[in-house]
């Protein structure tokens, strides 16, 4: 099972800030949480990660509440390009496959004009 | 241009009949992965390879089998074991595998393979 928890859709209008939420709340003090986003018909893109401090790129913004229990992607600018399903994963630990990315299903976000 | 190549991107088979999904990489990475996923659902992790020559079952190995040889290749063969062979095929790779340190996954195009 996912360690994550999304919501299953969201709208957004275009040019708006779209934030994505997700909840995590029995990370490890040592796991990263991950962004990955999926087009339709395409393998995941990483967008962003973070452990404790918030993060900026140039595509998103990952804010991770103090306790990291929770955490949220903010894209700045949403266009319609980047409707899409966002994952928020937190990265696998010790045990058995170490390099184990847990997708769940994601949040659908729509960009409407 | 450096990447994952994943072909074909729309492979049919008959039922009983193994097939081989190809995953190349040039992006000099260590670790390779091959998921599965169904529509309307996550991705699950089928096998995946920290580095030439070794190789560990994932969530849902059952049916599935592959090979590193090289370490730009890691091939899939989905068997007439595998009770649902149809779905969409990802593979991945990245730099390493090691849960000390962050690391992200590069996926490649995917494969759809139906199978009747």
Redesign the interface.
């Known amino acids: 099972d ?1 360690k994550t928890t999304q919501p299953t859709s969201m709208d957004c209008a275009e040019g708006r800030a779209a934030n994505l939420p997700c909840n995590h709340s029995t990370i490890s003090g ?1 796991e ?1 949480v ?1 962004w990955y986003r999926q087009i339709h ?6 967008i962003i ?1 973070g ?1 404790k401090n918030n993060e900026t790129n140039e595509m998103a913004s990952l804010i991770i509440t103090e306790d990291r229990k929770s955490s949220t992607l903010i894209l700045p600018h949403a266009t319609l390009r980047d409707t899409a399903v966002y ?1 928020c994963i937190v ?4 045990g058995g ?10 949040t659908k976000l729509s960009v409407k004009p | 241009d450096g990447g994952i190549t994943q072909s074909p991107k729309y492979l049919f088979r008959k039922e009983g009949q193994n097939v081989t999904l190809s995953c190349e990489q040039n992006l000099n990475h260590d670790a390779m992965y091959w998921y599965r996923q169904d529509p309307g659902q996550g991705l699950r992790l089928i096998y995946y390879s920290q580095i030439v020559n070794d190789f560990q079952k994932g969530d849902i190995a059952e049916g599935y089998s592959v090979s590193r040889e090289k370490k730009e290749s890691f091939p899939l063969t989905v068997t007439s074991a595998q009770k649902n062979p149809t779905a969409f095929y990802l593979c991945a790779s990245s730099i390493g595998d090691r849960p000390e340190e962050p690391y992200e996954q590069y996926f490649g195009p995917g494969t759809r393979l139906t199978v009747t």
């Open positions: 996912a040592n990263y991950y018909s395409q393998g995941p893109q990483y990660h452990l994952y990265k696998g630990g010790y496959s170490q390099g184990n990315l847990i997708f769940g299903k994601g």
